[in-house]
C-alpha cells in the first residue's frame, strides 16, 4: 500500500511560479512511474505530467509543455512538479498518482490533491 501526500499548493497571481511536491511511503518508490493530473473546476481530470522511475523520460501535455517541469528524487521518495509562468486555466486541484507501466494509471495509488487557484 502507497501513501501519497501532495503540497505546495495555494493561491497565486497569473505569471507565478509554484512548486508541489508530492511523498510517498510504504511502498517501493523506484517501481513507479509517477504522474500528476489536475481537475479543474467542473471538469474532467487531465493529464498533466508523467516521469518514469528511473527519472529518465518525461511526457508532458501540450498545455503546460515549456512552462511545467516534473522531476523526482527517489532517495527521498518525492516527486516535483515546477509550475511557471501560471495561468488563470491552470487553476485546479493537483493530484500525483502512480503507475507500473507508465499507461495505466486508474489502477494505482493516487493522493487526496492539493488546490492550486491562479487569479488574473
Known amino acids: 500500500q502507497v501513501q501519497l501526500v501532495e503540497s505546495g499548493g495555494g493561491l497565486v497571481q497569473a505569471g507565478g511560479s509554484l512548486r508541489l511536491s508530492c511523498a510517498a511511503s510504504g511502498g517501493t518508490f523506484s517501481w513507479y512511474t509517477m504522474g500528476w493530473f489536475r481537475q479543474p473546476p467542473g471538469k474532467a481530470r487531465e493529464f498533466v505530467a508523467s516521469?518514469?522511475?528511473?527519472?529518465?523520460?518525461?511526457f508532458y501535455a501540450d498545455s503546460v509543455k515549456s512552462r511545467f517541469t516534473i522531476s523526482r528524487d527517489n532517495a527521498k521518495y518525492t516527486v516535483y512538479l515546477q509550475m511557471n509562468s501560471l495561468k488563470p486555466e491552470d487553476t485546479a486541484v493537483y493530484y500525483c498518482a502512480t503507475s507500473r507501466d507508465g499507461r495505466t494509471w486508474s489502477s494505482g495509488y493516487w493522493g487526496q490533491g492539493t488546490q492550486v487557484t491562479v487569479s488574473s
Open positions: 516521469i518514469r522511475a528511473s527519472g529518465g523520460s518525461t
